[in-house]
């Protein structure tokens, strides 16, 4: 029975799990875990610049999480279950992100990571810019700029996956890496 | 009319807006989950102050970072400001980013484009 608990958690250690999540957010554990990260991450000998890196991808994870995450039969609203994770190697930080969304969502999801994913950082930025301008606003978040911003910050191609859960729901996940750039 | 001040919080930035002056400052970080709640009545405020401004208006940008929900706001702060501008006021932005932050640089770049308003990008030595 022991064996079963320590396996876990030498698996996170060898994982370099930096921290590991699963449930509802809400606007409560939004701050506990970023003061949670901002104590991390202060322990964490990299440049300043990477940390705002990852603080800010963060953010933009979570913030999806919280406005986008559907529950697994689209009903009960309250259990409205994702997962983040972060961890690292030797090369990269990354964070990673699971919700259910609704089935006629992802073909519009996929096509706007792939679009982000076409384009190099100039034509990121040219994008940036015309999205910043010509969208309206949406209450439930910028409005297509959480992936162009998290491409940008991340400066790596945004990993992410679809799993079709049942007739209702799929899982999306998606998988940010943060280059380690040591002084 | 009435300044405004709202005091910065972990997730929101602080906000001093100075009518009689003319000098507006927005500090600190901006990644509230509900933008909407937090910028309406900032917005509501410049429109107010667009009937009483000066013949100048400065607004020292100084953001540690902010949300992408925020962006679109902080735009539209910005074209609140282009208004004056178009009724032949003079509006000065001061983007201040930390020196080794590159993207908060090139994030007033992006402004300055998007805005058309007159930009001094100033770097903060740490």
């Known amino acids: 029975m022991h064996m079963e608990i320590y396996n876990k958690f030498r698996s996170m250690m060898d994982n370099h799990i930096i921290l590991s999540f699963k449930g509802e957010i809400n606007s409560d554990i939004i701050s506990m875990v970023l003061q949670i990260m901002e104590t991390k991450l202060d322990a964490v000998q990299e440049k300043g610049t990477v940390k705002k890196r990852i603080f800010n991808i963060l953010v933009e994870c979570m913030q999806n999480l919280y406005h986008h995450a559907e529950s697994e039969n689209l009903q009960d609203t309250d259990r409205r279950a994702a997962m983040l994770e972060m961890f690292f190697d030797d090369e990269f930080y990354y964070i990673t992100s699971g919700n259910f969304i609704k089935i006629e969502e992802v073909d519009k999801l996929r096509d706007r990571i792939e679009r982000v994913n076409s384009l190099d950082k100039d034509d990121l930025r040219a994008y940036y810019r015309e999205i910043l301008d010509n969208n309206r606003i949406s209450n439930k978040g910028g409005a297509d700029l959480g992936m162009i911003d998290m491409a940008k910050k991340s400066g790596q191609k945004l990993d992410y996956e679809f799993t079709e859960v049942n007739d209702k729901v799929s899982f999306f996940g998606l998988k940010v890496k943060i280059g380690k750039n040591k002084e | ?126």
């Open chain 2, 1 to 126: 009319m009435d300044n405004l001040i709202i005091e910065g919080t972990k997730q929101t930035p602080s906000i001093n807006f100075n009518a009689g002056s003319g000098i507006l400052e927005i500090s600190g970080r901006s990644i509230p989950e509900n933008t909407f709640e937090f910028f309406n009545p900032v917005l509501l405020w410049l429109e107010a102050y667009s009937q009483v401004a000066g013949e100048k208006t400065v607004i020292n940008v100084k953001l540690e970072y902010f949300n992408t929900s925020s962006s679109k706001y902080i735009l539209e702060i910005f074209k609140r400001l282009r208004s004056l501008l178009n009724d032949g006021k003079d509006v000065n932005v001061k983007w201040y980013y930390e020196e080794d932050d590159e993207e908060m640089m090139e994030t007033g770049e992006d402004y300055q484009d998007v805005s058309g308003l007159d930009f001094e990008i100033i770097p903060i030595e740490e």
